[in-house]
């Protein structure tokens, strides 16, 4: 594996605590809780993670814009469920981009494999609720897997890497590839011929796709080519207008909340957490039915060994007392 | 005197019980909050543990 160093910079700063706060990471499994309804998921990530500053109605009142972009009006109020029951694999993807967009991310959108395990029409309305995103102003970075060509060709920029983490390509994808393509084939590659997904051709230039092996070193092409040149001028200059702007153009108090490690007060959160883990339980009725099924078998056995046993000792009605919590205790586990 | 000892080996065994109850539903909200709720700072891992033992009070008392 490639060992890569160098700064991480946000702004032109170092990255600092606040990063993790500040970015969206869409994983690529849901994992949502199943007892919630979609509304909730959203107001409890958007209550706990947007700065506490804000006000409460200002906060769901964005939830209520995101369920609008997302286009989940429909199913705002359904239950999540279990995988295979509740919502089906579309609207929880959309549901897991809607928890962190809740969020309200100033950064950044990570969207780890948006179109893993999807049909290529739910891959598609995924493309289409990103370009959406991107539009309404949000930046989005996004890894995906051997996307078809016609997904490809929404994406703006590629970053594409060799093993190790070496750059092989960083820049505009283009009109139907071309840019992408051009660059490879001005290099010593095949040209693509026509209808060839791009992708898949890209991935056998270099030597990446199975059977596919290359004698030029691509990202070493790379590190002298003139488009490298163009992006590294790019950065330079803009590491340049960061110095310029030295002075931190946020309010110390601003500044200081975002420093901190939770958005919302530790009061705060545990009211809120308690208040779903409460429903939660109410609404998962099987664990409260065992106990109140122990309680009462458990009366039921105590009044029957006290009546019949007024003369018994002290110690027999207690051992009794315990036989009949353990054997309930017991029943209701099974 | 044996009676009592009786008395704290119930408390016990009854304790036990509870535990072993309590734990599947602890296990699986766990998970979803080491997955996907601690890496993005949502809430502290104070509040979690404190709505959890809040949340198994109530049924335990009342049975």
Redesign the interface.
Known sequence: MGVITGDMLVDCRLRDESFQRKTGYVQQQDLHLPTATVREALVFSALLRQPSSTPRKEKTDYVEEVIELLSMREYSDAVIGELGEGLNVEQRKRLTIGVELAAKPQLLLFLDEPTSGLDSQTSWSICNLMEKLVNNGQAILCTIHQPSAMLFQRFDRLLLLAKGGRTVYFGDIGKDSSKLIDYFVHNGADPCTEGTNPAEWMLGVIGAAPGAKTDIDWPQVWQESPEKQVIQEELDLLEQSGQDLEEPTATPEDDKESQREFAAPLARQISIVTKRVFQQYWRSPSYIYSKAFLSVGSVRKFLLCSERGADADHSTRLHSLVSAFSIWIGVCKA | M??QM??VF?LL??FM??V??TVP?FVS?RA?YE??ER??????W???M???I??EIP??T??
């Not at chain 2, 890496?39 to 502290?44: F, G, H, I, M, R």
């Open positions: 044996k009676s009786f008395g119930a065994t009854i019980q509870l072993e109850q539903q909200q979803l997955v996907r890496p993005s700072k949502t809430y502290s104070k509040a979690f404190v709505a959890q809040v949340v049924w335990n009342v049975s």
